[in-house]
Structure formats: C-alpha cells, structure tokens
C-alpha cells in the first residue's frame, strides 16, 4: 500500500504523508513543524502583522516563519519566509485545491515554489508555500505585479495582450518569457482557472535584470463558480467562449512565430492524460475531483476537439 505525498502529491511509503525531500525543499529541514495556531485565531494574527499582509476577498493570507528552535510556523509580521492559507468557510478546500493546481502546473512544467498542505492546530488543513520574493533569511527580493507596472486601478480589468505586451517590455530573456506566459495562459484555460487577474502575474527582479515571476495563486476556481467567465482578463477582446482561434491570435499578438505557439499547444495537449490523473487522485473530496475531471475533459474539447485524448 501506498499514499500520497502532502506537498508533491506523488507516491510514498504508506503511514507517512510527506517525502523528506518535498519537506527539505520547503523548509530547509526533514522536520515536519507545527501550526500552534488554528483557523479560529486567524484574524488577529493578521492583524497584528502591521498591514503587511491583509484578508483579500474571501481567503485569508498569513506572513509566517519557520522558528527552527521550537520547530513551530509562527506569524511573521517582518521577515516571513512563507505564505500560509487556511481553508475558508464559503469556498471549502481551497488548500487543497490550490496545492494541486500548482503541482499539475509543475507536471507541466512551469516554474512553481516549494509547498504543500499541513494540519493545523484544530486539524484543518491549510496550504502553505515559500515565498519567492524572500531569501531564506527574509530578506525582500523586489517583485511587481502586472497591476502596479501597467498602474491600473481594478485588477479585473485589461487584457491578456496587455500583460503579455508589458511582460516582453521589461524582461530579459524575451523570448522564453512570452512562450511561458502563453502557456500558463493555456494551462488556466484547461484547468478552470478564471480569476487570473492583473495582481496574478508578476515580474522579479534579479540585478538590474527582469523575468516573469514563478507561478502563484493557481486554483480551478470554475469548480466553485459554474458561471464564471472563461478568463479574468480578456483574450481576442472577449473574456467567455474562448476557443483556439482566440489563444492563437494572442499568440500572433505577441509576436510569437506560428511553429512556436503549435508546440506550446502540442505540450499542453500531451499533458492532458497526467493532469486528469492527478486531479482523480488529488486530496480533493469525490465531488470536487469529479467537478475538476469533467472541467479540464471540456476544456481540451474546446481546445484540441472530442478527440482531444
């Protein structure tokens, strides 16, 4: 018998729920820590963390840092090294819905930071993920989100050929950051992802240098709210009935050559099998992962036809 990793969600040993390495990776250390804290003790932590971190919509984000001493995840109101998210009451298991999207968005190859799901001090489970814009000791790396660089005032509106225009404006390696912003562009199509919005992309600093930022704050919201729009931002000037015809104007927006954006289409169609897996075998209740299945079938029928498998 075997179970599943809580970080990478991959096979292991039955009676543990972590791989050493996943826990190494996230931590700098093979100890599991403790939350000494639960989702009821939430809001005055943030609180107290000074403003620096704030309740957005509906799902709470806390500043924390691993204490190596005690071997406990505190709230960190300066120097956190990681974000940690516990589950909210009106969008059930968005930890977990989270901590897989970004491992499917690994699968396909894009560039996540280290995280996983750990319990709390009542047992829930909260997703937690190291911050790329921090070094291990805390210190701030400088990043900017596509709503502070095109200076907009409402993160919901603009297009996905304004963020991909900005993107090849500032950074450095233009061309492997358009095709990767293109496919994650893809990737949230397939995988139901609607609220991408102008906050959820994001350059890094490295030097005097720029690239496009990993990936952050993935979730199949489509699972929760059957009616969203397609995408956040819109694509070929609409945001609902997306088909290829429209991905691939982006594409030819952006100037990416024609064989280039049929490959990225090909990569993305090649990880369909290995994306419905993960999401049937997910910590996801059976609901949800049905949900989910049937979500990413319609979505590559959308884009590759009935034959997409």
């Not at 005032?153 to 297009?159: I, V």
């Not at 050929?161 to 233009?174: C, D, F, L, T, Y």
């Not at 030097?207 to 929760?224: E, F, M, N, Q, T």
């Not at 290995?274 to 049937?294: I, V």
Request: hydrophobic share 40%; aromatic share 8%.
């Amino acid at each position: 018998m075997t179970d599943s990793c809580f970080c990478c969600q991959k096979p292991l040993e039955a009676g543990h729920r972590y791989h050493p390495r996943c826990l190494s990776r996230l931590f700098g250390g093979r100890l599991l820590p403790s939350i000494p804290f639960g989702r009821a003790e939430m809001p005055a932590l943030v609180a107290r963390a000074q403003g620096r971190m704030s309740i957005s919509g509906v799902q709470m984000k806390l500043s924390a840092r691993l204490d190596k001493g005690t071997g406990r995840l505190e709230s960190a109101a300066a120097g956190g090294t990681h974000i940690l998210k516990p589950e909210p009451e009106r969008f059930p298991f968005i930890p977990r819905n989270e901590n897989l999207c970004m491992n499917m968005a690994e699968e396909a190859g894009f560039p996540v930071p280290p995280h996983g799901l750990f319990a709390m001090a009542d047992k829930s489970l909260c997703y937690v993920v190291k911050r790329f814009d921090r070094t291990d000791d805390g210190t701030k790396i400088q990043k900017e989100t596509m709503f502070q660089i095109l200076g907009a005032t409402e993160k919901y509106a603009g297009s996905l050929e304004m963020v991909g225009k900005a993107i090849r404006s500032h950074v450095a390696n233009v061309g492997l950051d358009t095709i990767d912003f293109f496919e994650r562009v893809l990737f949230c199509f397939l995988t139901g992802n609607g609220d991408m919005h102008l906050k959820n992309w994001a350059l890094l600093y490295h030097g005097k240098d720029l690239s496009l930022a990993p990936c952050y704050d993935l979730v199949c919201s489509r699972v929760y709210i059957p009616n969203e729009d397609d995408s956040a931002l819109t694509v070929n000037g609409k945001k609902n009935k997306l088909t290829r015809a429209d991905f691939s104007a982006l594409a030819d927006s952006l100037g990416i050559d024609p064989k280039a954006s049929a490959n990225s289409f090909d990569k993305l169609r090649l990880a369909q099998e290995k994306l419905r897996e993960m999401a049937s075998s997910s910590e996801l209740p059976f609901g949800l992962r049905q949900k989910l299945s049937h979500i990413i079938k319609t979505r590559y029928e959308r884009l590759y036809g009935k034959d997409a498998a």
